[in-house]
């Protein structure tokens, strides 16, 4: 298994110009989220999704945009991109209570690292 | 609103010694406490979760503990090594935030040999 894949894993845009990060899992995971984290701070959730067809606004949606038409893929759209969307994106899968106590464990991906000038 | 933060944003050790990482908590619901470690350019990977009805609980190489009177939970890393260098956070899993996991800010955890 690849687990979770990510592309690009960098990126730069000019401010407005749009772009779409890619995700994709092969576990078959219902569940997905986008997370962002900026220099010295922890991860935020932009969005995630409970199962195709199905998506929900995180803490820090604003700007972005998701689908989720398929259970492997789950898409992040950037359609105005500004520089404080300057940051590393993480795409991440989760079966629930797979952890050894039956904590919800997210599987993530490598990152995608943007930069809007 | 409610999230998960960490005591020290940077721990610096000499290979060999043990290392303590400590996170204080919030939100006294929450039911799963999760450590992830961080290497530079990758994703953050599982270490060891804990359920809220315990206080302890160990892996290889790595203890977590946690105490709910005063929200606070700490991951223990034993005989360091230069490998353990890397961002370490601790995420809880609250219940308004369904599946989703909340983080705190991160240690970063520098061993030096």
């Known amino acids: 298994n690849a687990g979770v894949t990510q592309t690009p894993k960098f990126r730069i845009l000019k401010i407005g110009q749009s772009m779409t990060l890619q995700c994709t899992q092969d576990m078959n995971h219902n569940y997905m989220y986008w997370y962002r984290q900026d220099p010295g701070m922890g991860l935020k959730l932009i969005y995630y999704?409970?199962?195709?067809?199905?998506?929900d606004k995180g803490e820090v949606p604003n700007g972005y945009n998701v689908s989720r038409s398929t259970t492997e893929d789950f898409p992040l759209r950037l359609e105005l991109a500004a520089p404080s969307q300057t940051s590393v994106y993480f795409c991440?899968?989760?079966?629930?209570?797979?952890?050894?106590?039956?904590?919800?464990?997210?599987?993530f991906g490598a990152g995608s690292r943007l930069t809007v000038l | 609103g409610e999230s998960v933060g960490l005591h020290l944003p940077t721990l610096s050790v000499q290979e060999g010694d043990n290392s303590i990482i400590n996170c204080a908590y919030s939100n006294s619901a929450s039911d799963y406490f999760i450590w992830y470690k961080q290497e530079s350019g990758k994703g953050p990977q599982f270490i060891i979760d804990?359920?809220?009805?315990?206080d302890k609980r160990q892996g290889q190489r790595v203890t977590v503990l946690l105490n709910k009177t005063v929200k606070h939970l700490s991951l223990q890393i034993a005989a360091t090594q230069p490998g353990d260098s890397a961002v370490y956070f601790c995420?809880?899993?609250?219940?308004?935030?369904?599946?989703?996991?909340?983080f705190g800010k991160g240690t970063t955890l520098s061993v030096s040999s």
């Open positions: 804990i359920r809220s009805n315990m």
């Open positions: 991440a899968s989760l079966k629930p209570g797979t952890g050894v106590s039956g904590a919800n464990v997210l599987t």
């Open positions: 995420a809880e899993n609250p219940p308004q935030a369904g599946t989703a996991l909340i």
């Open positions: 999704s409970v199962g195709a067809g199905i998506t």
